[in-house]
């Protein structure tokens, strides 16, 4: 049966989102007014800047003002495109909202498109011709970083026909494919017990210490899955085959040629990361699973065990207001600064916290616009893993309150350091919760979670990685079956997991429910490269601490406006040193290497 915490932090006494910073309501008079805007500020800018920017008439000057009023619109239209998916993946079995956020995309789309040939025609200057704009316009500098990126994908560019027909057509194709698997997966209840959960409630029972009941929960979520497999495979396959034909036009060189390129990350990087955890599967996740199967006293785990606190007791639940001290006081050692902009979260209600039928599952921060400010989503039930979740979206939120300065254009960072302030949070409150304990079985489960949550990061967000980057070759050459696409995830699990985690046809769908590979393709490696990164970041500190919070704060501040490489290297650190990603895992090994002492 469900598990009580759900009930004791019900949503009648958990916060919700104040979404005034942005608008009022759906029907606020303001968004009409907002959308007439765009249409005539677009319109002018249109008149004002097509064609300019290919003729030898224009000036460095010129350029630096469109740059101006390029970020201002695109600012407007960020803030009707946050409230409207805000409110949508809070709402989505509410036909008035997804109406709504289906009428604001199309008007989005409708000005994206008349806009289109800015960045175009960006592409079409000369190197040389743009470096002496910069010489003239010292100011138009500040947005080299951003050309610079823009122009990264000169080669793959298209006609500005081919990218209004593209742009256009996302609409009915990629979009709505995603909002049609967004709406089921949020309609969908999984019956245990008499009882119909939604998938949050699900998989975190998944999680619970007793055994019987993880099993029910991963036999639930397996029988609802497959309920819904056909459907599943089919958005999947569409999608597939609607990136390859894009990539095609576009002359990509592989599937994940593009989000390397949006990643701003050289693709020897990320296979060197890749290859790194892949070595070391052995090391870690083969290790930690056989030790746990013994700590849990089983032959093997099966793969709902793989979470399981190692207590059969059930964790006391931690209540909200509990679990908003760990995490600021976490924060407060390190950066009291960190921790007054944490707050304001919880003052003015960034947090969207219950667990609530047509409410997404999962977690995230969305960083809206920089006039505005960052909401938080979770799905909060109470566990210290929920607590970890909190401390990672929160560094997210942090994160893009103090990138905001930059600028819209300039405050978003690629995801190889996007992960890097909310991965630190959990690591400061991890360390913060340990330290506080002196109990030997307190400090023991406290550690394996930690490294439970660590593989899930590392090792399995790998495995998710080849697992697409298989699924995306294969359908090159052929649709893919529901057995397929299941014999490529199991294959890949069992391959990370190891011999000590039983991996069999239950979990056969859990694919499915992995929303990454259908928002963001490839997305999932930002994950480990986070992860062995800030285990290098938070060894710099523990080695010398004087002057790191610092230093920390001036890397998440610069937003877009400086590259991975550079920013790590006032930390004495390089991403394309062999050695950089071993040092990141050796954290992990050197976690499971405490843990086998605690239990000896």
């Known amino acids: 049966m469900p598990d009580p915490v759900i009930s004791l932090l019900s949503e009648e006494n958990l916060p919700e989102w104040n979404l005034n910073s942005l608008y009022s309501s759906l029907n606020d008079p303001k968004i009409q007014i907002a959308i007439a805007a765009c249409n005539q500020n677009t319109k002018q800018f249109v008149e004002t800047y097509k064609g300019l920017f290919v003729s030898s008439g224009w000036n460095s000057e010129q350029l630096l003002s ?209 290859e790194a955890v892949k070595s070391q599967y052995g090391r870690l996740s083969h290790r930690y699973y056989a030790l746990k199967a013994k700590l849990l006293k089983l032959e093997h785990l099966d793969y709902w065990d793989r979470n399981a606190p190692l207590s059969q007791v059930p964790e006391q639940a931690i209540s909200w207001l509990k679990a908003r001290d760990i995490v600021l006081s976490a924060y407060e050692q390190f950066s009291p600064l960190m921790a007054q902009i944490g707050r304001q979260f919880f003052d003015n209600n960034w947090i969207d916290v219950p667990v609530k039928k047509g409410k997404t599952s999962g977690a995230f921060s969305h960083g809206t616009i920089p006039s505005a400010n960052p909401f938080i989503l979770l799905n909060y039930q109470g566990k210290t893993r929920d607590v970890m979740t909190l401390a990672h979206e929160l560094g997210h939120g942090i994160h893009q309150i103090l990138a905001s300065k930059q600028g819209l254009l300039l405050a978003s960072t690629p995801l190889t350091l996007a992960e890097t302030a909310s991965v630190f949070g959990e690591m400061l409150t991890f360390q913060s919760l340990l330290k506080s304990q002196n109990d030997p079985a307190v400090r023991r489960q406290l550690l394996a979670g930690k490294i439970d949550d660590m593989l899930n990061t590392v090792v399995r967000q790998i495995a998710f990685y080849d697992f697409e980057q298989q699924v995306h070759t294969l359908r090159r050459s052929k649709e893919l079956s529901a057995e397929n696409i299941g014999n490529l995830w199991l294959e890949t699990q069992r391959q990370a997991l190891g011999p000590a985690v039983h991996v069999d046809d239950i979990c056969r769908p859990y694919w499915t429910y992995i929303s990454h590979f259908i928002h963001s393709p490839f997305y999932v490696y930002a994950y480990a490269f986070g992860d062995c990164l800030v285990n290098s970041l938070y060894a710099v500190y523990q080695n010398q601490p004087e002057g790191f919070a610092e230093k920390y704060i001036d890397l998440l501040s610069a937003g877009g406006t400086k590259k991975y490489a550079d920013l790590l290297q006032s930390f004495g650190l390089k991403a394309d040193d062999p050695e950089f990603w071993n040092h990141g895992l050796s954290m992990i090994a050197d976690f499971i290497n405490q843990l086998e002492l605690l239990v000896d």
Not at 129 to 146: C, D, G, H, M, V
Not at 226 to 244: M, Q, R, S, W
Not at 245 to 263: C, F, G, K, M, Q
């Open 66 to 274: 469109a740059i101006h009023d390029f970020d201002a619109i695109q600012e407007d239209i960020g803030r009707l495109v946050s409230f409207s998916s805000l409110l949508y993946y809070k709402n989505l079995n509410d036909t008035e909202v997804g109406q709504f956020y289906q009428h604001i995309q199309e008007e989005v789309t409708a000005l994206s498109g008349h806009l289109i040939f800015f960045t175009l025609e960006l592409n079409q200057i000369e190197d040389d011709l743009l470096e002496i704009a910069f010489n003239k316009t010292p100011s138009l500098r500040r947005y080299r970083p951003w050309l610079e990126k823009v122009r990264l994908f000169r080669p793959h560019q298209l006609s500005g026909d081919l990218e209004k027909l593209f742009l256009e057509k996302s609409l009915t194709s990629s979009q709505a494919w995603s909002r049609l698997y967004e709406e089921t997966l949020a309609s969908m209840t999984f019956s245990m017990n008499g009882d119909d959960l939604n998938l949050s409630q699900v998989t975190d029972l998944t999680n619970h210490p007793d055994r019987q009941i993880r099993q029910h929960a991963a036999l639930a979520l397996s029988k609802g899955l497959n309920a819904h497999l056909p459907l599943f495979t089919f958005i999947t396959n569409t999608l597939a085959k609607d990136k390859e034909t894009e990539d095609t036009w576009r002359h990509y060189a592989s599937p994940v040629h593009e989000r390397h390129l949006i990643n701003q990350i050289e693709p020897q990087v990320v296979e060197a990361l890749v």
